[in-house]
């Protein structure tokens, strides 16, 4: 039952997790509220952090007295997209800049096209296409680090199975498609989630992930502008990151895989998210996972949970990227990386573990589709 202290209560804390637990960032004056509620409910606590902007001014710190490019540390949007634009430069006969899309505060949606020479039989059909989007949740910094730095392996890696993983595809890598979100992380709010988009009553943000046109709006979603985490926007595609980049995607050709990062729950998911009923290549996309699985084992023996759809292994949840890439376009090998940690702080000196796993974890995701004769 809903009354004025709860519902103060509900709106002002900050909360994530799965059907069994959750994590909550309570801010002081709501902690006798809390442990009431708690209490009522019988419910098991544990204090994980006393004071979570300590963890914030150190990952700051940090970023402020780092200049050159790294993974060791967390940049902020205007450093990811130099990046990628001088590794445009660097690698010129292999990249080039594309964009998927702009912001509501007038960013691009900037990413890397990466595209080595034909192998033979190769010119006449197209190498098929391997999406990757990262960042579409604005807190989770892993992310984007993770994508840059599965970049900078493509183009840099001696090793001959990454090389062989780069000549395979056309690759096209987004790490930050929800930028004014990302930039605001940095800025102002480290656990802000949505676009930066103004309601009509004055409220901010989209959940990007709850905005793509299917079945939008059905679960764990919020028809409140004010919501901090679910608000699922006044229609499908309101934001203009959704719609923008839904159209990019529809334009590719020959597109394969379209892969996901967000963080954290070390899960492998498939679509789709609101149902428990499986698309027709469910055991092929499970075949194909549980390969890339195995793969990521040999740099983290802590294995990833799935392959599974979120509505079972999670919770259900409408509107996102993912399901509307396979419901819309009927792309066969779908999949979203909850990237592993127990919170969205991962070490900036551990992204290169991160970075290592998804590496083989991509590695594979191609193996196990060639075997299965995808291309």
Known sequence: KRNNKTEIFQESLIHWGSVNSSQIILAPHLISVFKDAVAKENLQTVILHNDVSEIISMEKDKSRHNTKFSWDNYYDINEIYKYLNETRT?????????????????RKILGLRI?????????????PVFFIEAGIHAREWIAPAVATYFINQLLTSDKPDVARLRDQFDWRIFPTVNPDGYHYTHIADRFWRKTRSK???G???????RNWNYNWGQHSSSDNPCDYQTYAGSEPFSEVETRTLASYISGIDNLLFYVSFHSFATLLLVPYSDSTEHVDNYDELVSIGQK??????????ERYDGPGTAAETLYKASGGSMDWVRYKLNTRLVYTFELRGSSFHWPASRIWEQGEEVTQLMLGLADGAQELGFF
């Open 115 to 127: 595209n080595t020479p034909y192998e033979q039989g190769q010119r006449e059909t197209g190498k």
């Open 90 to 106: 660097s690698y010129s006969k292999w990249t080039e800049l594309i964009i998927g899309g702009e912001s509501y505060e007038g």
């Open 203 to 209: 409220c901010r943000g989209a959940d990007p992930n």
């Open 292 to 301: 890339a699985l195995d793969y990521g084992t040999r740099v983290n023996k």
């Open 199 to 201: 309601s009509k009553n």
